[in-house]
Antibody, heavy 124, light 107 residues
Framework: EVQLLESGGGLVQPGGSLRLSCAGSGFTFSNYAMSWVRQAPGKGLEWVSTISGSGDNGDSTYYADSVRGRLTISRDNSKSTLYLQMNSLRAEDTAIYYC??????????????WGQGTLVTVSS | AIQMTQSPSSLSASVGDRVTITCRASQGIRDDLGWHQQKPGRAPKLLIYSASTLQSGVPSRFSGSGSGTDFTLTISSLQPEDFATYYCLQDYEYPRTFGQGTKVELK
């Protein structure tokens, strides 16, 4: 069974940093592209970033304009873990952050599994 | 960026009703569209991918259709567990974009 478990959320001040993690199990982590999607309180879903899997060299990354230059996606296939380094955080980054798996490795497949999410609150 | 416009934004229906939700893309996206269901306080769940392929384990009362710019999610006979918010998501190109969601409520 595919499982995705996020961690690392919490309260951070504006301008601060946070690193989210997502541990994958039940599948060969390196073979799949992985994504982060967020949901602000009471709002809809917003795609944040995607990183390709090992079949695509694992070095292709994609970002929403709203986070490019501040948030960085990465992965450690030896630990089956996805990361999101969040710097220069703003109040509008407050959201539940979901980890998600794609069907395949290239970053051009649909999302097929979701984690339970971790809450990030940016506030002074 | 490709804009995904869902309609309606909300609807009220009864158990047993046939429900249709539409999603329109601002440009052609072939069949690179998925439908995701989200219940309150829960993570989303994939229902349909590639516009019309039912994800494993999803009840057959859910179906999807469309290609290019116009897509439809249909629930043939609404069940109590189907009251939720539904989102379309295009994965044709980056940035990936979601529709704004359709909340299905009990009439």
């Amino acid at each position: 069974e595919v499982q995705l478990l996020e961690s690392g959320g919490g309260l951070v001040q504006p301008g601060g940093s946070l690193r989210l993690s997502c541990a994958g199990s039940g599948f060969t982590f390196s073979n799949y592209a992985m994504s982060w999607v967020r949901q602000a309180p009471g709002k809809g879903l917003e795609w944040v970033s995607t990183i390709s899997g090992s079949g695509d060299n694992g070095d292709s990354t994609y970002y929403a304009d709203s986070v490019r230059g501040r948030l960085t996606i990465s992965r450690d296939n030896s630990k089956s873990t996805l990361y999101l380094q969040m710097n220069s955080l703003r109040a509008e980054d407050t959201a539940i952050y979901y980890c998600a798996r794609d069907f395949g490795d290239s970053g051009y497949y649909p999302i097929d599994h979701w984690g339970q999410g971790t809450l990030v609150t940016v506030s002074s | 960026a490709i804009q995904m416009t869902q309609s309606p934004s909300s609807l009220s229906a009864s158990v047993g009703d046939r429900v249709t939700i539409t999603c329109r893309a601002s440009q052609g996206i072939r069949d690179d569209l998925g439908w995701h269901q989200q219940k309150p306080g829960r993570a989303p769940k994939l229902l349909i991918y590639s516009a019309s392929t039912l994800q494993s384990g999803v009840p057959s009362r859910f179906s999807g259709s469309g290609s290019g710019t116009d897509f439809t999610l249909t629930i043939s006979s609404l069940q109590p567990e189907d009251f939720a918010t539904y989102y379309c998501l295009q994965d044709y190109e980056y940035p990936r974009t979601f529709g704004q969601g359709t909340k299905v409520e009990l009439k």
